[in-house]
DNA sequence: CAACCTTAGTGTAATTATAACACTATGTCA
DNA sequence: TGACATAGTGTTATAATTACACTAAGGTTG
């Protein structure tokens, strides 16, 4: 059943540029198209708006439909609208970022796409449409937001050893952060929560684990608080 | 001539909040709608997207046509996609924000808007469709991104006293700047360039003025300066 | 033309935040 | 039991921020 406009309409999408983490590196998820344009390359999650769905839902929605994951933390990045982006027609694109954590959320490439697969931010394969400039403004924010809040949990298990909490923080920022000054700056904050729990399975002495206080966090944020790291 | 499509497609706009500044205050310019739905009510200037045209043109071409106002200072907000923000169907804004200086750019109520106007920043009325929400989203985007980056100047003549860039922070900030460490701070960023006029038609000690040295900025700015006010 | 009013223009000292830095403690593993 | 890996902890030097008040210059007014 086709729809008619009086005027030409741009198609619209949304696209997500997933981040997660490893013991190792940074990484981001991508799939890797079954149609044309661009068949068999890589690509953001993402697909066409619907009406009548906003369209973080729509973001939703696709990372569900393509990855199987579901409920992460997003946020809208920016919208692209070069009309020569997509070699069809003029597609507008609202571009979100999403944090995952690995350990919690396992990745299953699912019906739309035929494959989804982590890449290591610094070794990404060829992009299809401008998704290359996409994930390089979704990392450059990811970056300047980090320094001033506290999303680096959201990456993480939910308790943690405050050792991990530093290596989003190194990973992200690509530079090594003291650990006493991080720690007394993080536990300052006062929105971290010490567990009576300590790791386990690690051939080292085990740490403590916090979790992140999101009241305390809201608490804070209201109170105009500043999370610069 | 009509358009179809095999799927429906949200309709498309850009809109723009547009800040001046005049002696007094913090300023927001508005049109009055000639058309349904809000009929006579104010809105953003703004406008439908064009396919082949992207929309920080769409911005700039309907900001011109309804406004007068070319050149401007313009940045990306937030795309607004709550399907039911627009009584009428499903249509997504892309909202931008611009800053005019008004002694230098007049307004001109323009063919398509019946009427524009200026209106301070806390006297507001009633906005049409969620554009009171735009509004406060940019209004709090202008107070964050002030703080770490130099756009005062764009509100100001080419040419203008310290005195006046600290106006500007106090008028953003909504907060008092001292004048000592202000000028500090901002000449010792060195992107001011000292000009040998003063102020004319003062019934006070006339003030040296400055100039804004883009060149300077942008070096700075790629040697990863620090612009925090 | 003198007194007054308004804003220009300038420096220092106290306080606070940031950055640099090294050792002991505890557990695992060979 | 010795070697290894990470946990956990304070202090000092340096840099940045804040608070603060007077003289200078020009215009206005009685």
Redesign the pocket.
Known sequence: MPYTYIYARPALTADCVVFGLDDEDLKILLIQRGQEPFKEQWALPGGFATVGEALEDTARRELSEETGLTNVFLEQLYTFSNPERDPREHVVTVAYYALVNLSEHKVQAATDASNAAWFCIDDVPPLAFDHAEILKTAHARLRGKIRYQPIGFELLPSTF???MLQGVYEKILDRPV????F???ILGMGILEERDE?ETD???????LYRFNKKKYDQKVKQGFNF?I
Chains 1, 2 share one sequence.
């Open positions: 050893p405050l050792r003291d650990k006493r000054n720690r007394k700056k300590i690690v051939s080292h002495r085990a740490a403590r610069e």
